[in-house]
Nanobody, 120 residues
Framework: QPNLVESGGGSVQPGGSLRLSCAASGSTNTMGWFRQAPGKEREGVASIARLGWTRYADFVEGRFTISQDNTKNTLYLQMKLLRPEDTAMYYC?????????????????WGQGTQVTVSS
């Protein structure tokens, strides 16, 4: 059972950038980023398969890039052009499923989250 630890969250002004990292204790088939804002349901942001193909939520609109370093079992989310509506707790997730949907129910392992706040 992989242990996931996120880092890299923080506060940034609109238009700014952040890079989130997730260190995993073991390897799985697919990893992803999800987020949850206060009063809202958790939503998928992006996922990446071990072989590299990626999936993004529509709201990303080319602003975020998910990547991984398989040698380090580390997942990244590079976020640019951040907006106030991107403010949320961001969670790293993993699953042994090969082609999960970008839905929280398709992921089995979760980190504790890292807060991202976008505000002027």
């Amino acid at each position: 059972q992989p242990n996931l630890v996120e880092s890299g969250g923080g506060s940034v002004q609109p238009g700014g950038s952040l890079r989130l990292s997730c260190a995993a204790s073991g390897s799985t088939n697919t990893m992803g980023w999800f987020r949850q804002a206060p009063g809202k349901e958790r939503e998928g942001v992006a996922s990446i398969a071990r072989l590299g193909w990626t999936r993004y939520a529509d709201f990303v609109e080319g602003r975020f890039t998910i990547s991984q370093d398989n040698t380090k079992n580390t997942l990244y989310l590079q976020m640019k052009l951040l907006r106030p509506e991107d403010t949320a707790m961001y969670y790293c997730a993993a699953t042994y499923r090969v082609a999960p949907r970008l839905l929280s129910g398709d992921f089995d392992y979760w980190g504790q989250g890292t807060q991202v706040t976008v505000s002027s």
